[in-house]
């Protein structure tokens, strides 16, 4: 019974842009159904590990052109497709890669025709050479036979057919040519020779053609015409990329396997080819994208590939990559492994272990050599993944701190790059004890903040935490070589000196009542004290040891922290004209002071970029003061 289906409109409209594509490099179709027929084989051999009776003799894929119809057909004999299977994989979007192309094409509102071949859009790229194409389909799971029929434009038909073998046949029956493009050219051997060999070679199983071969010809028969005949021939050279010798590899090769491996449009930064031999045997490609990859079909789940002597195994596998890594792609074949290994099994096991923890060191070193080497890259890995690392750091209790911290950098005071701990040490001015940090957006901000006074005036540099992240990166740290973290805004700064710290001690004596008329009147702060770190403002807030007040507004916005709060505690600057004044005020009428103490302490808040608890309160009492201002 034939039936005819209307493709959904997202596929209308990825059909509708192969249709009328004026991408010139149409001959990527081979490619992606070469590949998806590869996937296919991969599949059902991967069934029948468990099930012997669904394995075939010997798996293959076949071009075959055919001049007088003006077809190309793609067969293989992989799993197939169940009727539902056709439906719901060539009837609706099923590619990640197709989606994301639709995406940047709507944001970058006309078509780039170059990134067609660079996402390679899966089976509908056949459209843009094909005027109809027939899909014959028998199914392991169901053995019921299927032809799917398309011209590419609102609808499709399936129909039950009779087929011989398990897989599926695709018949691409060509367009007409046009002054522009000779769709004849795919029909011509070398061509398809070609096509194979550049885009196909490392498919593991063998792709096959017709491929013409010149009988010899005896001495007798010497003026007679030359005779041919055709034979089958396998045009892959079929060794996996990944399984040669790193010096056989060149990066554009790598660099096109990645991209049509992983579906991106873009070369990696970078990218680590490990062959090791001996104990344990295995090879591992590894790739930083250049940009990182959203994956719309699962949510972005971490992991590498993870094949066996050249077979596939599993798509995701996450025992292989830690989860602050999880931007690396790539694959990893071992030799040691079991066919029919579950994923259960794979978390225990002791070889994938060990490939994992080498992988994770390998991909470090490379980092580390790129921060090293070629820092203008590493800069913009940072920008990308930087958090990652620093989220690495953070996580487990800092048990990758050691690994991790020489592979951080962040902005500075002083510096117009970013710079790394080790670079911070170096540029330490004699008699400074500790690395300094101030949180803020970016250096304006930090420069602005009343505590950067003093250490501005030293000299100083100070590192400048932007992501939420980055305090609680450097509490697991505590130290770098030696060297205490320390914050500008929590605890004793020790910068003035000793005669200015000793006045200010005297005062906290002599001028005891106020201060404690001022703490009585803030019942939130934990203490108010003359402050060792102001030169120009008139106040500001500090914390004491322990949560700082951007740890509790991170922890606040993630729902953990449970309300904990950073213990406030109000600096004063004794030498400004306004505590001189309010001690004026002070002893005339005790109580003006209550108002003066509530405004000078939301203003410290204020600074801190954190909001009055009242602000109406606030308000009211700033009016207050500029009526009596303005009398
Ligand atoms: P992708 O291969 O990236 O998933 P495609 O649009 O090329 O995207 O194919 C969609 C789906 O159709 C595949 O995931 C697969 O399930 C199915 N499919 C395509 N070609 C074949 C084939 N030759 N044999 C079996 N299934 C296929």
């Known amino acids: 019974m034939k039936e005819k289906m209307e493709f959904k409109t997202e596929t209308k409209r990825l059909l509708d842009m192969m249709i009328n594509s004026i991408y010139t490099h149409k001959e990527i179709f081979l490619r992606e159904l070469i590949s998806n027929a590869s996937d296919a084989i991969d599949k059902?051999?991967?069934?029948?590990?468990?099930?012997?009776?669904k394995a075939a003799d010997q798996y293959e894929i076949l071009v075959e052109a055919n001049k007088e119809e003006r077809t190309l057909t793609i067969s293989d004999n992989g799993i197939g497709m169940t009727k539902e299977e056709l439906v719901e994989h060539l009837g609706t979007i099923a590619k990640s890669g197709s989606k994301e192309f639709l995406e940047k094409i709507e944001k970058e509102k006309t078509p780039d025709v170059d990134i067609i071949g660079q996402f390679g859009v899966?089976?509908?790229?056949?459209?843009?050479?094909?005027?109809?194409?027939?899909v014959y389909t028998k199914s392991v799971l169901d053995g019921k036979g299927h032809v799917f029929t398309s011209e590419g434009l609102d609808s499709y038909e399936i129909e039950d057919c009779a087929k011989d073998d398990f897989g599926t046949k695709i018949v691409i029956s060509l367009r007409e040519n046009t002054e522009d493009n000779q769709y004849d050219e795919f029909l011509?051997?070398?061509?398809?020779?070609e096509l194979i060999k550049k885009y196909s070679d490392y498919v593991r199983y063998p792709i096959k053609t017709w491929v013409t071969k010149y009988d010899e010809k005896k001495e007798e028969d010497k003026d007679e015409e030359e005779h041919t005949h055709l034979e089958l021939e396998t045009i892959n050279s079929m060794l996996p990329i990944w399984k040669k010798n790193k010096s056989e590899v060149t990066d554009e090769e790598l660099n096109t396997f990645y991209k049509s491996k992983f579906?991106?449009?873009?070369?990696?930064?970078?990218?680590?080819?490990?062959?090791?031999?001996?104990?344990l045997t295995y090879n591992a490609l590894l790739f930083i994208p250049k940009k990182p990859i959203y994956e719309f079909n699962d949510r972005n789940e971490r992991g590498l590939q993870l094949y066996t002597k050249g077979v596939f195994i599993l798509d995701k596998c996450k025992d292989l990559i830690p989860e602050y890594l999880r931007f690396v792609k790539g694959l990893v074949d071992s030799a040691d492994l079991p066919l029919n290994i579950s994923r259960?099994?794979?978390?225990?096991?002791r070889s994938i272990k060990k490939i994992a923890t080498n992988v994770e060191k390998k991909i470090l070193s490379e980092l580390g050599r790129m921060l090293k080497n070629d820092r203008e890259k590493y800069e913009e890995f940072f920008n990308?993944?930087?958090?990652n690392l620093k989220f690495g750091l953070y996580e487990e209790y800092g048990a990758k701190k050691d690994s991790l911290k020489d592979l951080i950098i962040l902005s500075s005071l002083n510096k117009d790059k970013r710079i790394t701990f080790a670079e911070y040490k170096e540029t330490m001015i004699e008699g400074q004890k500790e690395i300094?940090?101030?949180?803020?957006?970016?250096?304006?901000?930090?420069?602005?903040?009343?505590?950067?006074?003093?250490?501005?005036?030293?000299?100083?540099?100070?590192?400048?935490l932007a992501d939420d992240v980055d305090e609680f990166m450097l509490q697991v740290l505590s130290e770098y070589d030696g060297v205490k973290f320390k914050s500008i805004n929590q605890g004793d700064l020790d910068l003035i000196d000793e005669e200015e710290a000793k006045k200010i001690d005297e005062l906290k004596e002599t001028k005891k009542d106020i201060l404690e008329d001022l703490k009585k009147a803030l019942p939130e702060c934990k203490d108010v004290i003359f402050s060792k770190r102001l030169v120009e403002a008139p106040c500001c807030l500090s914390a004491a040891e322990g949560l700082s007040f951007e740890m509790e507004r991170v922890l606040a916005q993630q729902h953990q922290g449970h309300g904990m709060k950073a213990e406030r505690i109000l600096e004063i600057n004794p030498n400004h004209a306004v505590f001189q004044a309010m001690e004026a005020s002070y002893e005339k009428d005790k109580e003006s002071l209550n108002q003066y103490a509530k405004l000078l302490?939301?203003?410290?808040?204020?600074?801190?970029?954190?909001?009055?608890?009242?602000?109406?309160?606030?308000?009211n009492s700033l009016c207050d003061l500029m009526l009596q201002a303005l009398k």
Request: net charge negative; hydrophobic share 35%.
């Open 44 to 53: 059902r051999h991967y069934l029948s590990l468990t099930d012997s009776t």
């Open 122 to 134: 899966g089976f509908y790229s056949a459209f843009m050479v094909a005027k109809e194409i027939h």
């Open 188 to 193: 011509e051997e070398y061509q398809i020779k």
């Open 263 to 279: 579906m991106d449009y873009q070369d990696p930064i970078s990218h680590i080819h490990v062959n090791v031999e001996g104990m």
């Open 344 to 349: 259960e099994m794979l978390q225990e096991d």
């Open 384 to 387: 990308d993944y930087g958090i």
């Open 436 to 464: 300094y940090y101030a949180v803020g957006k970016d250096k304006e901000a930090v420069l602005k903040l009343p505590q950067m006074d003093l250490i501005k005036n030293k000299g100083y540099d100070v590192l400048i």
């Open 601 to 619: 302490y939301t203003q410290a808040l204020l600074m801190e970029g954190i909001l009055p608890t009242d602000p109406k309160e606030f308000s």
